[in-house]
């Protein structure tokens, strides 16, 4: 109890409750579940390259080039539309959150009250019914039959009994009987949140997506300075005036900045979530939905996570022939008091058969058995049979039979009758059993089919429990997880972390597991080279959650493994993982597609910056001519091809696989690029002519580019395609459009040989693809071989 508190029946009163939480001693705890509306406006305004671009944009407009200004209209609209599905990512992502919070039920003033778990306060009274979970860690104040689930901390499947006097903690729930208890510890002091607490220190998920990107774009930024310096300077030596010299050095930076990438990338994950939101699955980081297409190990508690946290009767093995026992075990659930998991699993089976009842001894987790007597129907004795069978001549035979049930992983109830009731709660001596019942936990209907999914991907099952090995053995069978072999006792694992990463990897069940230990093993798998996942429910998952590459928390589970997971899946539904992986999927191979595209135009402006910077030429485009070919071949239908279906497998090397395309393709776009310009140029045509041919060049190349990774074509993608040709031809052939642009068609023979140059450039474009693929293809055939 809290200091200088008397505990009342009645609860707190009012006045007693605002005391508390002005001293703050309230379950309020600050749990970040998405970034802030001032969050989200500065990370997609206040960036690096929008700075770059926001300082040219001002030079061009002080300049008076307004149509030169186009990409400052780009920029201001990337950042809106950024803004504007983060927002919405943010809504969906914060309406789930609440949804998902707990209730609790409190005695104040007299009155039973139903309140948010977050407005519970010390010395609070509260209130628990079967279902009901707890909140804080308390005391309890009195006990009817009050028993306690509290797999969530342990692991341990089986109910402990509670009365008064003994200790609660948040994260367990009532699964039989009624209790009060009072609330001693609340907030960041409470037991689950103390170890959400150690799990937030860790870091957030590594998104190799993300990583990749920043890298890419840190290389890009730090060369814009001396590029700059080196074309403003060829510009002058050109003998351009200072507008032309400034408008050059503009266009040349802003070509090689990958404007729309970032914005992209971000719009990309915030649509995930929005995806995800719809079919019940939270995603508390945006990366995370990436990372999952990258697991290809998955580790699963097994109460509550591949079972649904309900018991069925599997089957009945009796022991003498002859009885009714269907309406016998009837009679005995309908006469119990308190109807546990165990009573509640063999009473769906069972009707009642109405027998009148004579006497009985209600359950207790003490005494193991319950009792009830039907007169001239018998006395009947349901317990555990160790209990029953205890000091028994006649129990050889029958206690090897229980014990080997056991060791299946099933929960034996045995069914004994009586010639006489129990006096004083002490079992009689003439007890004969009758009858074993098998029970056992109910698996997710869901989960097997789930299961055969990941094990078809590759990805490795490893169920870590706190439960008795065998019964997590037992679920695993069942589950589909494993078909043979023995489930790994982790009280005798080692303190090495190499010998533990060698029994992570011989085995697939683990029981008896600490939350320590879980985290541990996570570890173990990680130092193999192993890209994690986690899913759990309990308070026991939480550390293990927050250090795999991938936590997944079960939404019925405790606030805590809720607030430090990556993806909550609100319903619980294992069917849902396969569409998880199918997102992460589709948003890395998308934005691999589309890093391609805005980054072959990176490459081949930065390579044609160097040569004019060399040559002294005058730079060949105008800020105007790259934001054409930036809209039509890059940022129109990357924002498209960004959210396509896509079920490409992941496989590592990201950035590798970028730079091998992106640095050849663009070579050669801007070698063809710059024969272009400088035949144009040295064979009679304007400055006006020869950049338009340079343009027309490097449209056509680009849009070759879009064609090879529109690959595999498929309606929709031939329509783009065709949509961005048709608007192409426009910008040329409609007057206003080609004025906008200032584009100017040279005479016959340059155009003939700005033709030649376009064409063979997607020739050794479409070459060198092909040459890769074949490559690709050779390397896939000596792996396999």
């Not at 200088?4 to 009645?10: A, G, K, L, M, P």
């Not at 279902?131 to 009195?142: A, F």
């Not at 009731?421 to 936990?441: C, F, H, K, M, R």
Request: aromatic content about 8%; overall charge neutral; glycine content about 8%.
């Amino acid at each position: 109890m809290g200091e200088n508190t008397r505990y009342s029946v009645s609860g707190l009163t009012e006045a007693e409750v605002r005391q508390r939480v002005e001293d703050g001693r309230v379950n309020a705890y600050v749990q970040k579940a998405s970034r802030t509306y001032a969050e989200i406006i500065r990370s997609n305004v206040l960036t690096r390259f929008n700075a770059v671009l926001g300082g040219l944009f001002l030079v061009v407009i002080i300049l008076g080039s307004i149509n030169d200004a186009l990409f400052g209209m780009v920029l201001i609209l990337n950042s809106l539309i950024g803004i504007i599905q983060e927002i919405r990512a943010k809504k969906t992502l914060d309406a789930l959150s609440l949804i998902s919070a707990p209730k609790a039920k409190v005695i104040r003033e007299g009155s039973q009250i139903e309140i948010p778990y977050d407005q519970v306060v010390v010395d609070d009274l509260l209130v628990l019914h079967p279902g009901d979970q707890v909140v804080v860690d308390g005391t309890v104040v009195s006990s009817a039959g009050l028993e306690l689930d509290e797999s969530m901390l342990t692991g341990e499947s089986l109910p402990v009994g509670k009365v008064s006097g003994d200790e609660l903690f948040s994260g367990s729930h009532t699964v039989a009987g009624t209790g009060r208890y009072l609330a001693v510890k609340v907030g960041s002091e409470a037991y689950a949140q103390e170890l959400a607490d150690k799990a937030r220190k860790f870091s957030l998920s590594k998104s190799e997506l993300r990583e990749g990107i920043d890298r890419l774009l840190k290389w890009i930024f730090w060369s814009i300075v001396p590029v700059a310096m080196l074309l403003f300077y060829s510009q002058v030596r050109a003998g351009l005036s200072i507008h032309d010299t400034f408008i050059g050095t503009v266009a040349g930076i802003v070509g090689i900045i990958p404007q729309g990438l970032v914005l992209l990338t971000s719009i990309a994950f915030a649509i995930s979530v929005i995806t995800l939101g719809r079919q019940r699955v939270l995603v508390q980081e945006l990366p995370a939905v990436e990372v999952l297409a990258r697991v290809d190990v998955l580790c699963v508690d097994k109460t509550g996570t591949l079972t649904d946290g309900t018991l069925q009767t599997c089957e009945i093995v009796e022991l003498e022939e002859g009885l009714d026992l269907s309406s016998i075990l009837g009679a005995i659930c309908n006469a119990s008091i308190h109807k546990n998991p165990t009573i509640a699993a063999i009473e769906v089976n069972y009707p009642d058969p109405h027998w009148p009842l004579t006497g009985s001894v209600p359950f207790s987790s003490e005494r193991k058995w319950s009792y009830a007597g039907f007169g001239e129907h018998g006395h009947w004795i349901l317990g555990a049979p160790e209990m029953l069978l205890d000091g028994k001549e006649t129990s050889g035979k029958i206690k090897e039979t229980h014990e080997a049930y056991a060791k299946k992983g099933y929960r034996v109830l045995m069914l004994a009758r009586s010639e006489s009731a129990p006096a004083n709660s002490v079992l009689p001596d003439s007890l004969v059993p009758v009858a074993l019942i098998l029970i056992a936990e109910r698996v997710r209907k869901d989960v097997a089919e789930a299961m055969k999914f990941f094990r078809e991907q590759g990805v490795a099952i490893k169920v870590i429990s706190g439960d008795n090995p065998s019964t997590a053995h037992s679920v695993a069978r069942r589950a589909g997880i494993t078909n043979g072999g023995d489930a790994y006792d982790v009280r005798f694992m080692p303190e090495d972390e190499a010998e533990v990463a060698e029994i992570m990897e011989a085995y697939d069940v683990f029981g008896r597991v600490t939350p320590y230990q879980k985290q541990k093993m996570v570890k173990a798998l990680q130092s193999k080279g192993h890209v994690v996942a986690m899913t759990g429910d309990g308070v026991n998952d939480v550390l293990a959650l927050k250090d795999a590459d991938l936590g997944m928390a079960v939404g019925s589970g405790v606030a805590a493994t809720k607030s430090v997971a990556r993806i909550v899946l609100l319903d619980g539904k294992f069917a849902t993982l396969p569409r998880i992986v199918a997102e992460g999927r589709r948003l890395i191979a998308n934005i691999e597609l589309v890093a391609n595209l805005f980054l072959v135009k990176t490459v081949c402006v930065m390579l044609i910056d160097l040569v004019t910077s060399v040559t002294g030429m005058p730079f060949p485009f105008l800020p105007r001519h790259l934001s054409l070919v930036s809209e039509i071949t890059i940022g129109i239908p990357a924002f498209f091809l960004a959210l396509a279906p896509n079920i490409k497998r992941y496989k590592p090397g990201f950035v590798d696989r970028i730079l091998h395309f992106v640095i050849p393709i663009g070579s050669i776009a801007a070698i063809f690029t710059m024969a272009s310009f400088y035949l144009a140029l040295n064979g009679g045509a304007s400055l006006e002519e020869s950049r338009t041919a340079a343009t027309l060049t490097l449209l056509l190349s680009s849009m070759w580019v879009l064609i090879i990774l529109a690959r595999p074509i498929t309606r929709l993608r031939i329509l783009l395609v065709a949509s961005m040709n048709i608007l192409m031809v426009m910008v040329f052939f409609v007057p206003f459009m080609r004025n906008f642009f200032a584009l100017d068609f040279p005479q016959f023979k340059i155009l003939l040989i700005t033709g030649i140059m376009t064409l063979v450039s997607i020739v050794v474009i479409e070459a060198y693809w092909r040459l890769r693929i074949r490559s690709k293809v050779s390397e896939s055939d000596k792996g396999r071989g």
